[in-house]
């Protein structure tokens, strides 16, 4: 026992110290869940960048609950399909953009 503490203060002591214990257990299982979130979500964005087929990049990114926009910028075909989300380079249907 150190010099100078009494029997009855340890145990409020040891209390906040288990507390904190559990409090900081908590936080690191809670940053380790946000890791893997944060990387799931990473690899997802990805394989979004990949896929040369913007309906297959739209569902992997809704599958992983990204948020997105398609900005129209390259023709006006392309933008005026972008705005009523139509996908006019979706695989096995379109054929060409006229």
Excluded: C, Y
């Excluded at 944060?38 to 569902?59: C, H, N, P």
């Amino acid at each position: 026992m150190v010099d100078g503490l009494q029997k009855k203060r340890i145990k409020p002591i040891l209390d906040v110290v288990i507390a904190r214990f559990h409090q900081f257990s908590r936080l690191q299982k809670e940053l380790t869940a946000t890791k893997a979130a944060l990387a799931e979500r990473k690899t997802a964005m990805d394989q979004g960048k990949k896929i040369a087929d913007v309906a297959e990049a739209v569902s992997a990114l809704q599958e992983a609950g990204i948020a997105w926009e398609i900005v129209p910028g390259v023709t006006a075909a392309v933008s005026a399909a972008a705005s009523a989300s139509e996908f006019p380079t979706e695989r096995g249907t379109t054929n060409a953009v006229v």
